[in-house]
């Protein structure tokens, strides 16, 4: 690897971890009991997804008793930083979503033809059942991208207060280019 490209990589990454500080602070969910953890990944399914959020439920979780163990986002890593970041950011109001219990999900056992065991997933917005919702009438979806571009906007304001002006314009131009492709 190149150096700058090196550096700008490293760069990109610091950005990246110092964005999900910033981002738990701005949706106060820095304080959770509930732990995020968040992971980059080369591939999320087969789509352009750039994110992903979910829980995962303790071992002793049972279908009438579910414990959320930790929140799990992942973010794809081959998005410009400027694109992580915003995944980030969505992703982060879901985080809070399920944390405040806006989001609640349910699991049921049904026989599909009547003998073959199946788990089908519910999930709830407030109380109501969303699951047969389509992807852009979601609530939670409404809410995360109105807020993503707030909270990545408020973002990389402050980042680009605290930076040498030039490395920031080096960084925006590199994005620039690489959108091109
Ligand atoms: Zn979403």
């Known amino acids: 690897m190149k150096l700058f490209a090196m550096l700008l990589s490293q760069f990109d990454l610091k950005m990246f971890h110092e964005a999900e500080g910033f981002f738990k602070v701005a949706l106060n969910i820095d304080n959770s009991e509930i732990p995020i953890e968040v992971k980059l990944v ?3 399914g087969k789509g352009s997804t750039g994110g992903r959020c979910g829980p995962v439920f303790t071992d002793d979780s049972t279908f009438d008793n579910l414990k959320i163990e930790k929140i799990s986002i992942k973010i ?3 998005c410009t930083v400027i694109g992580m970041i915003e995944a ?3 992703e982060m109001v879901h985080a809070k979503q399920y944390i405040d219990k806006d989001i609640t999900v ?3 056992r049904y026989y599909f033809w009547g003998f073959i065991p199946r788990i089908k997933a519910r999930k709830f917005w407030k109380g109501q059942d969303t699951t047969d919702l389509d ?3 979601q609530p939670c979806e409404m809410e995360a991208y109105l ?3 707030k909270l990545t906007f408020d973002y990389l304001n402050i980042v680009q207060k605290n930076l040498d002006p030039l490395a920031m314009a080096k960084l925006l131009h590199t994005q620039t280019e690489s959108n091109i492709d």
Request: glycine share 0%; hydrophobic share 30%.
């Open 76 to 78: 794809k890593h081959s």
């Open 42 to 44: 080369d591939n999320i």
């Open 88 to 90: 980030l950011a969505h």
């Open 135 to 137: 992807y852009y009438d």
């Open 106 to 108: 349910s699991f049921e």
């Open 147 to 149: 807020l993503q571009k």
